[in-house]
């Protein structure tokens, strides 16, 4: 049975009807030929953290990776549990472990038009091939995706980052951070480990101003009774590509298209 | 009635230049200046941290009081505001042109006391064009954390035209609580308050009196920001409708004010007024503040916090300790900010406080561990406190989502344009009275917090996507505005306890105020959305008496600075 599917490209939406297996669209990243005129009035103060225009990012190469991520409006009766089940259960069986991110990972105007209420991303090293065959799973299994949807499929921004700062205490001063609740603004979820004389907490979701990074580093500080420049800021893994930013195009200006079967990074 | 299209006019029209006053002249000019980010002030007349004297708002006598039929159990009391415009001595060496209530800003506090119902004659004494827009200067007045009903609740399109009176009529049976009254008008809400439309309406009851500090020390703090132009007029910069963020820091009406306290212990009852900026508080010493109430009432469980995240329009009423600080001491009041704010050299300082030396009778000594609100208000009608209200309980389950699509702020898709469209009929929810629901309040907008004030009922957080699935510490009470961060969610629980003869439609909006003129604003109805229809139940009358028909009077107040 045909399965009603809308894909959303980044300056119009496109109503297709299609049976996806082998020919999942997806959007390719920075494929815009130029920002739509009024994604100007979208982005807020340019490089802050106000509107969903790209911060200023200095704390970027290995802290700043590439994922590919599934942004889906579903129609009103939707089941999202459900689906968000559906999805896992077709990366399992591509062995692809997905995960939930925060909607500011999308360009101004993919959230504006699309308003997605169910975002993932594949791990590091997923594609946007990788991506289609799992849409292409759970669209020929039971329902999915019946009454309509719309898609986003794309390459995203984030940043991978570890703060850490030493402390006697690395319990309290978790306890400390939680209560304050800085971090939760800041960050959104975000993951403490408590180590021998060190607390590190690691974060990985939507790009982060300069300012923003200083004030989470204040906010870890504080209750540390340390200085800001004493939280380090380092990525969480040394292992795979980092992103330089001083390289990385603008919001949608044109980028050559990342291959279907090549890592997105 | 302004109509959607005009307001988008009067938009283009305000991106071209500032709207000012010339000199004590009514009628608005508009200036060829292209829109300002931050003061324009000139350093003489530009206001630095910790230069002016603190106050509190003056408070208002009633009118006339008495009993209901001569019933002693039956209180009312009466009071006459006028909405005019007035001068207002903010920054130095110049005068600013305010639009508030008795022509002042804050406007006057009311003291209400639970159980004695209130009336509030508000007339509209302001000039035909508004102060900050071109628009007729119409106002509702929204009498913000009360269960009035909805011809009393500060309908949007409820509005009182220049020269003409409403009488508000305020229940006051709900818990004490720091009430707070402000405008409503439709799509130039924002514009209204920000040029001073807000007063202090705390409300007290016995519980409240015998567990908190009153009087000398129990003390109002209405925080908000503005910039300013070279004249010293309000400065209105939107963003496109995304924010207004000044560079001035005003604690009720002053900027950065100094309050001298004496070495006890004070109840402050913080309300943002900012039309947008949010703020974190805290103290320069790292000294916790006592987290007492939050919007609608008393905590069951008092919380020591060293900071607290507060939006426009949430009230947090918390206890500062200053015993142990030695005379002449000064404490900084601080603001951390939070994500999505602009900020500026000095919006990281609101206020400072110097200790002086002791005086004066015994107040209170502790500082409460838990607290009683009273409980149950109707509990003859199947009322429950709201800090114990269970998911158990809930009737119904809903999803409100909040984002940006077409340029405009949505709730779950709809504007309020969409509900006058729908000839004020469309709704959210349709609860009956004394339901209990759980909705889960979603900002999936991007790079934007949204405060989101559901009018008429109080809730109780139960849930948060973040902070580990728990309420933040700082508003483990009850609520009324729920601050929705960047990619938030939050699930409450509420009753929709409408008291007695109630039920309709009352609104549901972000309180960012530029959101909620464009046009984040829904509505939902308690049982039959007929009843009480805010717009013809009783509606604004011309005001046929002279405009010194009542005179204001006012309690004598406390020392400047004190």
């Known amino acids: 049975m045909p399965v009603l599917i809308s894909v959303l490209r980044p300056v119009a939406v496109v109503l297709l009807v299609f049976g996806l297996s082998g020919c999942t669209a997806v959007d390719q990243p920075g494929s815009a030929a130029s920002p739509a005129a009024d994604a100007v009035a979208l982005t807020g103060v340019e490089g802050s953290d106000r509107g969903n225009g790209r911060p200023q990012v200095s704390f970027d190469g290995l802290m700043v990776r590439r994922r590919v991520v599934v942004a889906i409006s579903p129609n009103a009766t939707a089941d999202l549990v459900a689906l968000r089940g559906q999805l896992d259960q077709a990366a399992d069986s591509l062995r692809l472990r997905l995960s939930d991110i925060a909607p500011t990972v999308l360009d101004a105007e993919v959230l504006e038009q699309l308003a997605p209420e169910l975002i993932i991303a594949l791990p590091e090293g997923g594609t946007v091939s990788d991506a289609g065959k799992i849409l292409d799973l759970i669209s020929s299994s039971d329902g999915a995706f019946r009454g309509g949807v719309q898609l986003h499929v794309g390459s995203v921004l984030v940043h991978d980052l570890r703060f850490a700062v030493l402390t006697r205490d690395p319990g309290a001063l978790q306890e400390s951070i939680d ?18 004389n060190e607390l590190r907490i690691d974060y990985t979701g939507p790009l982060l101003s300069d300012d923003l990074i200083q004030s989470v580093r204040a906010g870890i500080a504080r209750p540390a009774d340390a200085e800001p420049d004493e939280v380090s800021v380092s990525p969480r893994s040394a292992a795979g590509l980092g992103v330089d930013m001083k390289m990385e195009p603008a919001p949608g200006e044109q980028t050559a298209p990342t291959p279907h079967n090549q890592p997105a990074h | 009635m302004t109509t959607r299209r005009e307001v988008l006019q009067l938009g283009a029209a305000g991106a071209l230049g500032i709207i000012g006053m010339k000199g004590g002249d009514d009628t608005p000019t508009t200036s060829a200046t292209p829109l300002q980010t931050s003061s324009l002030l000139a350093p003489r007349n530009s206001p630095v941290p910790y230069a002016g004297v603190f106050r509190r708002p003056p408070e208002l006598l009633p009118y006339e009081t008495g009993f209901d039929d001569g019933d002693p159990a039956r209180p009312y009391e009466r009071y006459a505001i006028t909405q005019k415009l007035g001068q207002a001595q903010i920054v130095p060496g110049l005068s600013t042109t305010i639009a508030g209530y008795n022509g002042i800003f804050p406007g006057p506090t009311i003291r209400a006391r639970r159980g004695t119902r209130t009336e509030v004659r508000m007339r509209n004494g302001l000039p035909q064009v ?23 609740d500060g309908y949007a399109s409820d509005f009182t035209a220049p020269g003409n009176v409403k009488n508000y009529r305020y229940p006051n049976w709900q818990t004490a609580r720091t009430l707070w009254y402000h405008d409503h008008n439709q799509h130039v809400t924002a514009q209204n308050v920000y040029s001073g439309l807000v007063g202090f309406y705390p409300m007290s009851d016995r519980f409240e009196q015998a567990q908190l500090p009153q009087g000398e020390y129990d003390v109002p703090l ?30 009720n009406g002053v900027p950065w004010p100094v309050m001298k306290v004496k070495p006890r212990i004070y109840r402050f009852r913080v309300l943002v007024a900012s039309i947008s900026r949010s703020y974190r508080f805290r103290l320069s010493t790292g000294d916790p503040f006592y987290i007492v109430a939050t919007d609608a009432g008393m905590v069951p469980v008092v919380q020591a916090v060293q900071s607290w995240r507060q939006g426009t329009a949430e009230r947090y009423e918390v206890l500062i300790d200053f015993r142990k600080y030695r005379t002449g001491q000064l404490i900084d009041l601080r ?32 500082i409460p561990a838990t607290l009683d609100d009273g409980g ?10 709201t800090m114990s209200l269970t998911p158990a309980m809930a009737k119904a389950k809903r999803q409100l989502r909040v984002h940006r699509t077409g340029s405009e702020w949505v709730i779950n898709g709809v504007t309020w344009a969409d509900v006058e469209r729908s000839g004020y009929s469309k709704l959210f929810a349709n609860p009956q009275p004394y339901d209990i629901e759980e909705w889960t309040l979603i900002n999936d907008s991007g790079g934007w917090n949204h405060p989101l004030h559901v009018h008429l ?44 003869g109630a039920g309709g439609r009352y609104m549901i909006h972000c309180h960012n105020l530029v959101h909620e003129d464009h046009d984040m604003m829904a509505q939902f109805a308690v049982g039959d959305w007929r009843v009480n229809d805010p717009k013809t139940a009783d509606p604004p009358v011309l005001d046929t008496t002279s405009l010194d028909s009542f005179p204001p009077a006012y309690r004598p107040g406390y020392p400047a600075g004190t």
């Open chain 1, 179 to 196: 209560r304050e609740g800085i971090l939760s603004d800041a960050l959104g979820n975000y993951r403490m480990t408590a180590r021998t």
């Open chain 2, 457 to 500: 009922v109080d809730t109780k957080i139960i849930g948060r996507n973040t902070n580990r699935g728990k309420p933040f510490a700082w508003e483990t009470g009850p609520k009324d505005v729920i601050y929705l961060g960047e990619n938030e969610s939050v699930t409450v629980l509420t009753q929709f306890d409408t008291g007695p």
């Open chain 2, 335 to 366: 603001n951390l900010s939070n994500k999505n704010n602009d900020d500026f050299a000095n919006t990281n300082k609101v206020m400072r406080f110097e200790v002086v030396a002791d005086s004066g009778p015994a107040s209170l000594n502790t």
């Open chain 2, 376 to 385: 149950a208000v109707n509990p003859s009608s199947g009322g429950v406190p």
């Open chain 2, 222 to 251: 209405m925080v908000s920001d503005a910039m300013f132009t070279a004249t010293g007029s309000f400065g209105y910069n939107d963003n496109d409708h995304k924010g207004l963020f000044g560079d001035i820091i005003l604690v």
């Open chain 2, 130 to 152: 508004g102060l900050l827009h071109p628009g007729e200067f119409r106002t509702v007045t929204h009498l913000h954390g009360s269960a009035s009903l909805p011809q009393y």
